[in-house]
């Protein structure tokens, strides 16, 4: 069955670096998401891309925020100064008639 | 802004009971998806219901969308030590061309041999 892929699993960063996580969306898929857990907390929206731009973006979602689908087939999510709030799981997902979630990087900030 | 509330919130039960996991809000969703999550992965998708009291059935899992398309509930009959998770429910909002899910809290199931 076709998966979402998630690179790093984990990824631990000092405060204030810059951080790049990666995914790599099923192939025929269109439309691509970030969303975030904090550690016992719900599943946030944090972003949607489409057609190789943003369509929504949620409040969380700032300018040290960015996505990009850079070559076609990976979409990344950076961070460009990490901060504590930022330690999370950080799940991309594709949709095509349903969503598949990836397995997640849990980013924590130190 | 749109919220789910999920109840119970952790359920602990014996193998072979039933029970009935409620998703509400006061907002109308174009969909309303339930998914399964285990510790350290992410949410992998059970169903979706998108009519209004439409009803799914997954093997012993059987799905209700409300009427109104505000509420959903999963029903598990016999359950067993393997259906214990987080069971998940997320609300497909369409605005403006987009469309993101809002998410519940989660009901932690844990069913006991």
């Known amino acids: 069955e076709p998966e979402v892929t998630q690179t790093p699993s984990h990824q631990v960063t000092q405060m204030g670096q810059e951080v790049i996580l990666r995914c790599v969306p099923i192939?025929?898929?269109?439309?691509f998401y970030w969303y975030r857990q904090i550690l016992g907390q719900k599943v946030e929206f944090l972003v949607s891309?489409?057609?190789?731009?943003?369509?929504?973006k949620s409040e969380i979602f700032d300018d040290q925020f960015s996505v990009e689908r850079p070559d076609g087939s990976n979409f990344t999510l950076k961070i460009r100064s990490t901060k504590l709030e930022d330690s999370a799981m950080y799940f991309c997902?594709?949709?095509?008639?349903?969503?598949?979630f990836g397995s997640g990087t849990r980013l924590t900030v130190v | 802004t749109q919220l789910l509330e999920q109840s119970p919130q952790f359920l602990s039960i014996q193998e072979g009971e039933n029970l009935t996991v409620y998703c509400n809000s006061s907002s109308v969703f174009s969909s309303l998806q339930w998914y399964r999550q285990e510790p350290g992965e992410g949410p992998v998708l059970l169903v979706t219901?998108?009519?209004?009291?439409e009803v799914k059935k997954l093997k012993r899992l059987t799905f209700q969308f409300g009427d109104a398309r505000k509420d959903s509930s999963l029903h598990i009959t016999a359950a067993q030590p393997g259906d214990t998770g987080l069971y998940l429910c997320?609300?497909?909002?369409?605005?403006?061309?987009?469309?993101?899910?809002?998410f519940g809290k989660g009901m932690k199931l844990t069913v006991n041999p």
């Open positions: 891309f489409y057609n190789n731009e943003i369509s929504e």
């Open positions: 997320a609300g497909e909002v369409r605005e403006g061309g987009s469309e993101k899910l809002v």
């Open positions: 997902a594709s949709d095509f008639l349903g969503y598949t």
């Open positions: 219901v998108v009519t209004g009291g």
């Open positions: 192939s025929n898929h269109l439309y």
